[in-house]
């Protein structure tokens, strides 16, 4: 093939169409030259063409990702929920309720149920699993992508750290807000009614089993005045707040229960959390791995709405004693309580409840004020106490009751716990006349019926 053939060399240059093109300058003719050289050589033409439409594709390539950036912006929202969170829970408890999602993956989790007569029953929630979901919440469309961060732990549960994103339309952002409010009132409808217990798990507090059935303060017989008088003094301190704040004073108040075996301390206690509407924290003291930095941790982390309850105090430092003799160490030493007690330092209000059968072992250091501020003798049995029980356990049975009240004093009993009243009860529910023939069981504290 020649190099001359017209279809595949190069055009010439037509010269007098460039001149013409100018306006006879040489810049003028330079610039028509080239102009005429890029429209007259196919190659030129070609290859600009190719490369015009390539810039053009990536600037509209460019422009689609910004804009879609843009959109996203403007147009969407994102609210995460990071699995440290309390509303963590509550969101995938309440997704797994919720009727209106697709999703492909679940997870299961088993909870316990306790049924009002004690029973204890096994129920499976599937919850959403890692991955996306969709849900229709009040109208808006939602993304819910639950993601696992696969190499952070949290070391508190052994659990992975987890978020959850949820992602809807910006118009429809107010729903995040009544979506988190259901979820928080499902979760605490679950607890209405109950009391949750925590104990110390490591540095930390955890829930023990589930959340109890509240205990009516009723139900729990002190003698005379005695349950008033707390519940009214506590009653008088939480309302107290301002007072405390305005004066510098720490706010929290610590109370003492004394008294001998089964006279109710720690009922009563768990039925005033119930009847504040508070959760209980117990601490064991006398737990051989506390130290006192951990106290001091635990202490200072109660959860909110709490009271701390520290059973048999005297208890703890008897073993101390001892097991320091026998050369093994328990963790608390006796200033580290009392440095725990005082260095509660908290803006919102804490009450600790101690209780003991033997307040005679207690270092005096313990009982000054501002560590215990309140304390009172639950004793055994006084007569206004039996009657109580009595017709608490047999309703409108008053002719019997004047009849056991007899009995009762007839025969001077001496020193009966309200618990050995209650095993008399129990064991005669239905029939008082029994309980009655009964009466003299009650001369020894270890009968089992
Ligand atoms: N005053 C009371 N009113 C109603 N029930 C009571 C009373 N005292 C004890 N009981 C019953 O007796 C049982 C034991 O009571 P509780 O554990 O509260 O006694 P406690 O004073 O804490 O004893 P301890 O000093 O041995 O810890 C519970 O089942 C409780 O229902
Ligand atoms: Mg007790």
Same mark, same amino acid.
């Given at each position: 093939m020649s190099a001359s053939s017209p279809?595949?060399?190069?055009?010439?240059?037509?010269?007098?169409?460039?001149?013409?093109?100018?306006?006879?300058?040489?810049?003028?003719?330079?610039?028509?030259?080239?102009?005429?050289?890029?429209?007259?050589?196919?190659?030129?033409?070609?290859?600009?063409?190719?490369?015009?439409?390539?810039?053009?594709?990536?600037?509209?390539?460019?422009?689609?990702?910004?804009?879609?950036?843009?959109?996203?912006?403007?147009?969407?929202?994102?609210?995460?929920?990071?699995?440290k969170d309390k509303s963590y829970l509550w969101f995938l408890e309440?997704?797994?309720?919720?009727?209106?999602?697709?999703?492909?993956?679940?997870?299961?989790?088993?909870?316990?149920?306790?049924?009002?007569?004690?029973?204890?029953?096994?129920?499976?929630?599937?919850? =959403? %699993?890692? @991955? &996306?979901?969709?849900?229709?919440?009040?109208? #808006?469309?939602? *993304?819910?992508?639950?993601?696992?961060?696969?190499?952070?732990?949290?070391?508190?549960?052994?659990?992975?750290?987890?978020?959850?994103?949820?992602?809807?339309?910006?118009?429809?952002r107010h729903v995040f807000n009544d979506l988190l409010l259901e979820a928080k009132q499902l979760a605490l409808k679950a607890?209405?009614?109950?009391?949750?217990?925590?104990?110390?798990?490591?540095?930390?507090?955890?829930?023990?089993?589930?959340?109890?059935?509240?205990?009516?303060?009723?139900?729990?017989?002190?003698?005379?005045?005695?349950?008033?008088?707390?519940?009214?003094?506590?009653?008088?301190?939480?309302?107290?707040?301002?007072?405390?704040?305005?004066?510098?004073?720490?706010?929290?108040?610590?109370?003492?229960?004394?008294?001998? =075996? %089964?006279? @109710? &301390?720690?009922?009563?206690?768990?039925?005033? #959390?119930?009847? *504040?509407?508070?959760n209980i924290c117990i601490l064991n003291l006398s737990e051989n791995n506390l130290t006192d930095d951990r106290l001091n941790h635990l202490m200072n982390h109660i959860p909110e709405r709490s009271i701390l309850l520290l059973e048999d105090i005297d208890a703890a430092f008897n073993k101390r004693e001892q097991s320091e003799e026998k050369g093994y160490t328990s963790g608390v030493?006796?200033?580290?309580?009392?440095?725990?007690?005082?260095?509660?330092?908290?803006?919102?209000?804490?009450?600790t409840f101690m209780t003991t059968n033997h307040p005679e072992k207690l270092d005096p250091a313990l009982l000054r004020p501002g560590r215990v501020d309140y304390k009172v003798l639950v004793d055994n049995a006084t007569d206004f106490q039996v009657k109580q029980m009595f017709l608490r356990f047999y309703e409108n049975e008053e002719e019997m009751c004047e009849l056991f009240m007899e009995k009762f004093r007839q025969l001077n009993l001496g020193k009966v716990s309200t618990a050995q009243l209650q095993g008399l009860f129990v064991y005669n529910k239905r029939d008082p006349e029994s309980a009655i023939r009964m009466i003299e069981s009650l001369k020894n504290p270890n009968t089992v019926f």
């Open positions: 279809s595949s060399g190069p055009t010439p240059l037509d010269f007098e169409k460039i001149k013409a093109n100018s306006d006879g300058s040489y810049t003028g003719m330079i610039r028509s030259g080239i102009s005429e050289a890029l429209t007259s050589n196919p190659y030129f033409a070609a290859g600009g063409g190719l490369m015009l439409l390539g810039t053009g594709l990536a600037l509209a390539r460019q422009g689609l990702v910004k804009s879609s950036g843009f959109i996203y912006r403007r147009m969407l929202v994102d609210l995460e929920i990071p699995s309440w997704m797994s309720q919720y009727k209106h999602r697709s999703s492909r993956h679940l997870s299961v989790e088993t909870n316990f149920v306790q049924h009002d007569n004690g029973s204890i029953s096994t129920k499976f929630s599937l919850v =959403p %699993g890692p @991955g &996306k979901h969709f849900i229709k919440y009040k109208g #808006a469309y939602m *993304l819910v992508n639950r993601e696992r961060s696969g190499k952070l732990l949290d070391m508190t549960s052994g659990t992975p750290f987890e978020t959850v994103t949820l992602t809807t339309l910006y118009s429809d607890r209405e009614g109950k009391t949750v217990l925590y104990t110390s798990w490591g540095p930390e507090w955890r829930p023990f089993g589930q959340p109890r059935k509240k205990r009516m303060i009723e139900s729990v017989i002190l003698d005379e005045n005695v349950a008033d008088g707390i519940v009214n003094d506590v009653k008088d301190f939480l309302s107290s707040g301002d007072w405390y704040h305005k004066r510098g004073i720490p706010y929290r108040r610590g109370y003492l229960l004394y008294g001998p =075996p %089964g006279s @109710g &301390k720690t009922s009563f206690i768990q039925a005033l #959390a119930g009847e *504040l509407d508070y030493t006796f200033s580290g309580l009392l440095n725990a007690l005082d260095g509660v330092a908290s803006a919102e209000e804490c009450i």
